[in-house]
């Protein structure tokens, strides 16, 4: 049943606040606060947020790195330890499952949905104050973000609500309280430089840790960002969106070797349309690696067919 935010009205609510108020009552039960201890004896603290009952959660990898004991707490005081399912630096994403089962779980969005100017509200415990609310709007996407292991994280969604140590692994939520990122990094010299892991990517690359233990890839040894193709060009290649992957470095790799070159706007691999580097992410599976597989580019206003064979990832 669709949210009536005019019911809030008579609660004397204004629009802004109900929807930041219903973004919290929906998720914030399922926002958990996470103790990570390391072989070391060093101590690491974040957030995360439950999406199923049984106990599963998605939080970063840094959070969790290099830690022999983990436990996270429930907003209403429960505590459970928590065995590390699956880690991926690469997206610096990491899944966790709890001891305990009927747990509160937040619903997840679309992160390809998103708009730019559109409310989203971060969820966590920064500095250690637990079930913190702080809200913005999207600043930008299609952001690329250095991974803690020194990868490339792509389609990352900028935004200007407040993070803080601690917030790192929690969720950013939309006005209808659906999960569209996982709270990832801030800016510490800037005002208002914020960035989540679409839910997009984090949904693909939870599934398969949560079958696998680790994601594994095939690599194409390129850079690119996801890009929006002139309406004209659109409608001339009859795509059913008007995006696509723009090349903005290739070389040293699989992609170069195919003869894909750095301005090039990449439609389709492997017969399968591309719209954006998380298409990308998902296609390049372990099974790409050392195949043959077809890459469809616009180089100049002119359609080129390529043959690409992905590397496998290190």
Known sequence: ???????????????YSARVTHAFETVGPAVVHISARAKSGRDGTGSGVIFAPDGYLITN?????????????LTDGRR???????DDPATDLAVLRLAAAGLPHAGFGSSGRLR???????????????????????SALGR?????????IESVIQTDAPLNPGNSGGP?????????????????????????????????????????????????????????????????????RDTAVLVMEASGGAAERGGVRQGDLILELAGQPVYSVDDLHRLLTDDAAGRDLDVKVLRQAKLELLTVRPDPDA
Not at 4 to 15: I, K, Q, S, T, Y
Not at 61 to 73: L, P
Not at 116 to 138: D, K, M, R, S, Y
């Open 1 to 15: 049943m669709p949210y009536d935010f005019a019911e809030h009205r008579d609660e004397g609510l204004d629009p």
């Open 61 to 73: 990898s840094h959070v969790i790195a290099g830690a022999t004991r983990v436990s996270a707490s």
């Open 80 to 86: 459970y330890p928590a065995e590390i399912v699956g």
């Open 116 to 138: 730019v100017g559109e409310l989203v509200i971060a969820i966590g415990n920064p500095l250690g104050f637990q079930a913190t609310v702080t809200a913005g709007i999207v």
């Open 144 to 152: 690329s973000l250095r991974a803690p292991n020194g990868r490339l």
């Open 172 to 240: 950013l939520v939309d006005g209808r309280g659906a999960v569209v990122g996982i709270n990832t990094a801030m800016i510490g010299h800037a005002q208002g430089l914020c960035f989540a892991i679409g839910i997009d990517t984090a949904v693909d690359v939870t599934a398969r840790l949560m079958r696998d233990g680790r994601v594994r890839r095939a690599r194409l040894g390129l850079a690119g960002q996801t890009t929006v193709l002139d309406a004209r060009i659109a409608r001339r290649l009859q795509r059913e």
